[in-house]
T-cell receptor, first 115, second 117 residues
Framework: GAVVSQHPSWVICKSGTSVKIECRSLDFQATTMFWYRQFPKQSLMLMATSNEGSKATYEQGVEKDKFLINHASLTLSTLTVTSAHPEDSSFYIC???????????FGPGTRLLVL | AQKVTQAQTEISVVEKEDVTLDCVYETRDTTYYLFWYKQPPSGELVFLIRRNSFDEQNEISGRYSWNFQKSTSSFNFTITASQVVDSAVYFCALSESTRGAGNMLTFGGGTRLMVKP
């Protein structure tokens, strides 16, 4: 079964609103989680690294004030797209490393459509 | 900086043909991990294989096989006797060794495979 979940799987919103996406590790703790973005017919690009108990680390070109990341617990990271615009429409995927397994697990992704 | 290149953006084959997806990578690390993922239309990434840089042994899993060659920095993926269900986008990815295989991934551009009946 899935070990990383994302909610919601689909969201449609109006331009200017904020959208929160949750990423949960289901049966293990993750001090770090990664957020990726995938535009249609493109590859996955790392947006930021979410760190439990400290600030997220953003990749170059990703606006930290627009994409707010909160890693409030060892099993939950949230990505909030603030004042969303149509160009933010994308597929957002999180992943969580699992040290004991020496690998990382991806969530099923969240499709965001901003009208 | 690390980089993954998948030169083939789209491949179309007829069912039962063999197909090889190419992956070339760049990294300055001596220890790293290579991955292949399948992404069907649903979008969810399906893990196929992980290989660490010290293990150059080729691997076969059913109709899938992987050829890892450090000398050419390549990690190619072959599907034998392709099936329509193999149609998807396939990503090759690289992870440096900071936290074992649990570090962030750098993805290649992906190869869209279309298998026609």
């Amino acid at each position: 079964g899935a070990v990383v979940s994302q909610h919601p799987s689909w969201v449609i919103c109006k331009s200017g609103t904020s959208v929160k996406i949750e990423c949960r590790s289901l049966d293990f703790q993750a001090t770090t989680m990664f957020w990726y973005r995938q535009f249609p017919k493109q590859s996955l690009m790392l947006m930021a690294t979410s760190n439990e108990g400290s600030k997220a680390t953003y990749e170059q070109g990703v606006e930290k004030d627009k994409f707010l990341i909160n890693h409030a617990s060892l099993t939950l990271s949230t990505l909030t797209v603030t004042s969303a615009h149509p160009e933010d429409s994308s597929f957002y995927i999180c992943s969580a490393p699992r040290a004991s397994k020496g690998t990382q697990y991806f969530g099923p992704g969240t499709r965001l459509l901003v009208l | 900086a690390q980089k993954v290149t998948q030169a083939q953006t789209e491949i179309s084959v007829v069912e039962k043909e063999d197909v090889t997806l190419d992956c070339v990578y760049e990294t300055r690390d001596t220890t790293y991990y290579l991955f292949w993922y399948k992404q069907p239309p649903s979008g969810e990434l399906v893990f196929l294989i992980r290989r660490n840089s010290f293990d150059e042994q080729n691997e076969i899993s059913g109709r899938y096989s992987w050829n890892f060659q450090k000398s050419t920095s390549s990690f190619n993926f072959t599907i034998t006797a392709s099936q329509v269900v193999d149609s998807a986008v396939y990503f090759c990815a690289l992870s440096e060794s900071t936290r074992g295989a649990g570090n962030m991934l750098t993805f290649g551009g992906g190869t869209r495979l279309m298998v026609k009946p």
